[in-house]
């Protein structure tokens, strides 16, 4: 997207709405939310209630809109704001600040992370990346492993059905909070991935995962706790509602 193709109102939000020079994520609850449509609108507004500060990656606004919620800040370079705009013009009455990135290098999913760390944030939750487009699924699990290490090589994914967890290798251990009886799986993001996973029905016992080869997909919650631990390469770890 063009900057001299936007919108006047679009330009003019930019230009008035920029960021506090101030402002400091750390600490904070953040949720940045993408652009996909299938997260039912309850979830979101389940999402959005728990968070702090509140992110949108273009279109991810207009998913804000439909819940009636307040975007703290929207990031990106706006080519789908830049069209629905046309037919929402008070768009931005729900927008507190808007950050422009013109750059073409990377999505607006990665914009939205880089952003976020630039102000402070260390842990953050992303939502609505579930849509009919898988190619950007795909990508945004993909963009959070590359981009993984600036949030201490773990992000949070708020799906329809449960959580995700995005996993960096890591000399710890990591335990997620579960119920027996959940669903649970571990994939791999990269090409080979060095896993350990407990407190499932099938533990994964220092496994070599690949997208070729060997995955823990439906397993199983055994306990109330389960502990992976990556030692090698990005894994997605799904957690499902019981």
Same mark, same amino acid.
């Given at each position: 997207?063009?900057?001299?193709?936007?919108?006047?109102?679009?330009?003019?939000?930019?230009?008035?709405?920029?960021?506090?020079?101030? /402002?400091?994520?750390?600490?904070?609850?953040?949720?940045?939310?993408?652009?996909?449509?299938? /997260?039912?609108?309850?979830?979101?507004?389940?999402?959005?209630?728990?968070?702090?500060?509140?992110?949108?990656?273009?279109?991810?606004?207009?998913?804000?809109?439909?819940?009636?919620?307040?975007?703290?800040?929207?990031?990106?370079?706006?080519?789908?704001?830049?069209?629905?705009?046309?037919?929402?013009?008070?768009?931005?009455?729900?927008?507190?600040?808007?950050?422009?990135?013109?750059?073409?290098?990377?999505?607006?999913?990665?914009? /939205?992370?880089?952003?976020?760390?630039?102000?402070?944030?260390?842990?953050?939750?992303?939502?609505?990346?579930?849509?009919?487009?898988?190619?950007?699924?795909?990508?945004?699990?993909?963009?959070?492993?590359?981009?993984?290490?600036?949030?201490?090589?773990?992000?949070?994914?708020?799906?329809?059905?449960?959580?995700?967890?995005?996993?960096?290798?890591?000399?710890?251990?990591?335990?997620?909070?579960?119920?027996?009886?959940?669903?649970?799986?571990?994939?791999?993001?990269?090409?080979?991935?060095?896993?350990?996973?407990?407190?499932?029905?099938?533990?994964?016992?220092?496994?070599?995962?690949?997208?070729?080869?060997?995955?823990?997909?439906?397993?199983?919650?055994?306990?109330?706790?389960?502990?992976?631990?990556?030692?090698?390469?990005?894994?997605?770890?799904?957690?499902?509602?019981?």
């Amino acid at each position: 997207m063009s900057r001299e193709n936007l919108d006047p109102v679009l330009e003019q939000a930019i230009a008035d709405l920029r960021p506090s020079a101030s /402002l400091s994520l750390a600490g904070k609850k953040v949720l940045g939310v993408l652009g996909g449509d299938r /997260l039912p609108q309850a979830r979101l507004e389940e999402f959005v209630a728990g968070s702090e500060y509140v992110i949108a990656a273009d279109s991810g606004l207009l998913r804000l809109v439909t819940i009636g919620a307040i975007a703290d800040c929207v990031v990106g370079d706006f080519d789908s704001l830049n069209a629905a705009i046309q037919n929402h013009p008070s768009l931005f009455d729900s927008v507190r600040s808007v950050h422009a990135d013109f750059g073409q290098d990377d999505t607006d999913c990665a914009k /939205l992370l880089r952003w976020a760390h630039s102000v402070g944030a260390r842990q953050i939750t992303l939502t609505c990346l579930e849509g009919d487009l898988l190619d950007h699924t795909l990508d945004a699990l993909h963009t959070c492993a590359r981009l993984g290490d600036l949030f201490e090589g773990q992000i949070r994914i708020g799906l329809s059905r449960g959580f995700g967890y995005v996993l960096n290798a890591s000399p710890n251990e990591r335990t997620f909070s579960t119920q027996p009886g959940a669903r649970v799986s571990l994939l791999p993001l990269s090409g080979e991935v060095q896993a350990s996973m407990t407190g499932t029905r099938w533990p994964v016992t220092n496994e070599t995962l690949s997208p070729t080869g060997f995955t823990s997909i439906s397993n199983e919650a055994s306990d109330d706790l389960l502990t992976v631990r990556i030692e090698a390469g990005s894994a997605f770890l799904f957690i499902g509602d019981r």
